[in-house]
């Protein structure tokens, strides 16, 4: 079958990646992509959200599968519109509508989800524009430190956590009155700080049924030690050890059931990814947030796991067939090192060659890079995810950062500890 992914990250080439290895797909697109998808697909010059133009490459090119990357198109409803469209409505997509992508799209919606589902999660109250002073008074009440999250989509820069009540009032007045986030902070949720070890956790589901996918940990701050601002995620490693057996369970009952129902109940047929981010409390596991997508750069390790045929696995979800689908998964450990511009995630430079790529033994997924006169370029913060196999995570550590240390560009930088944690743990 033709094949179409929407998108142009390190996410979006692993799944090309994993999907080119099936011999269901034939033709591989990727719209827009980028210098390392255009290794294993053909990348098209059509924009994540321009939903007119993908439908007509759609009927063009006899697309049988979408699948949809990021958010953003999910959120604007790219669903929506293929199911609106008389040639287009067959088309079979892993990601969810309009509706189910408000589980990502407002912070708010997930919230109350959660509360009505009974899944686990940080309590909450919500406050809007015209309420500084209540959310002030309301912040006044509570304990340091103070998670501050605005309700709408804001580029994974939407949340705050103060140390100080001075700081949290002061973020919240600039949330709600000066719009610090835009839009999506016109409303604004104060949430109670959960005190543990965050992991993700990744469910296909077809609506009815789902596939648990297996789990990883990201490194979300941009300095070794996790100090300095969050990003997008600056490495990952898949298994995390402690989701063992017992905690999964949990995870499972508690979490990813309800979760499933409660969007059956609610009328949405959901179908596609839902990514877990969760809070392990003294071995109990709290949702901070769903997202209605694969995790960028938890992607990258999580493809390098999985052994079953992953077009196979979404087509099956995109036609409600994934009950007793298995899922054979590599015991391995895989880990990724994402390699970014100086300054991400502030001010960066791109249009930087890049050299030293095909040299090591780890694979290299491109993120923010485009090909010119013959030459690999970076194009963004984030430019590659090198990822690694071990059969232990020490291991996977060394496999990829070999590779990480032969590929260079003018300032280029990286984490040098990722995994060091779980190293540590495993000793
Ligand atoms: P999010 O954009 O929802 O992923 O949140 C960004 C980060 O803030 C998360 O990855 C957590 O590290 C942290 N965070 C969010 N909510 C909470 C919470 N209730 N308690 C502690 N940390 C949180
Ligand atoms: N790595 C976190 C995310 O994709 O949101």
Redesign the pocket.
């Given at each position: 079958m033709n094949i179409l992914i929407i998108g142009s990250g390190g996410r979006e080439h692993a799944l090309a990646w994993k999907i080119k290895q099936s011999p269901l797909c034939k033709n591989l697109f990727v719209a827009p992509g980028n210098a390392g998808t255009s290794l294993v697909a053909t990348n098209v010059p059509i924009a994540v959200d321009d939903f007119s133009n993908l439908g007509s490459f759609c009927v063009e090119n006899k697309i049988e599968l979408v699948v949809v990357g990021p958010e953003g198109p999910l959120v604007k409803g790219v669903r929506n519109f293929f199911a609106d469209d008389e040639r287009l409505k067959n088309i079979l997509m892993v990601g969810p509508g309009r509706d189910g992508a408000q589980l990502e799209g407002s912070?708010d919606f997930s919230k109350q989800f959660m509360l009505k589902h009974q899944v686990p999660t940080?309590r909450?109250k919500t406050f809007y524009s015209h309420q500084t002073k209540e959310a002030q008074e309301y912040l006044s009440a509570l304990q340091p430190?103070y998670?501050l999250?605005a309700d709408g989509l804001a580029a994974?820069?939407?949340?705050v956590?103060a140390p100080t009540l001075a700081e949290a009032k002061e973020a919240i007045r600039e949330m709600l009155e000066e719009k610090k986030f835009g839009d999506a902070s016109a409303k604004v949720l104060i949430?109670?700080?959960?005190?543990?070890i965050?992991l993700s956790v990744f469910v296909l589901c077809d609506g009815r049924h789902y596939v648990i996918l297996p789990e990883a940990k990201?490194y979300?701050r941009i300095g070794d030690n996790d100090q300095g601002p969050?990003t997008g995620g600056m490495g990952s490693v898949s298994p995390v050890p402690f989701a063992d057996k017992a905690f999964m369970k949990k995870v499972e009952e508690r979490v990813i059931i309800p979760t499933v129902n409660g969007l059956q109940q609610e009328g949405i047929d959901y179908k596609g990814f839902i990514f877990i981010?969760l809070?392990n409390v003294k071995g109990d596991p709290?949702v901070?947030?769903y997202n209605a997508r694969m995790g960028d750069p938890e992607t990258q390790s999580v493809m390098m796991r999985i052994k079953s045929d992953l077009a196979e696995l979404f087509v099956a979800c995109a036609k409600g067939e994934l009950k007793n689908k298995p899922l054979e998964i590599d015991p391995s450990v895989a880990l990724t090192v994402v390699m970014a511009a100086g300054g991400y995630p502030d001010h960066y430079e791109k249009g930087k060659v890049i050299s030293g790529l095909d040299q090591g033994k780890a694979q290299v997924f491109h993120a923010g890079t485009k090909s010119r006169e013959g030459k690999i370029i970076s194009d963004g913060g984030r430019v590659l995810a090198v990822t690694g196999k071990g059969n232990d995570i020490g291991e996977a550590i060394a496999n990829s950062y070999e590779t990480v240390q032969k590929i260079t560009w003018e300032n280029s930088y990286f984490r040098k500890d990722i995994g060091q944690d779980l190293l540590r743990l495993s000793k």
């Open positions: 912070k940080a909450a430190p998670v999250k994974g820069k939407g949340v956590i949430e109670e700080f959960l005190d543990g965050e990201d979300k969050n981010g809070m709290f901070i947030e």
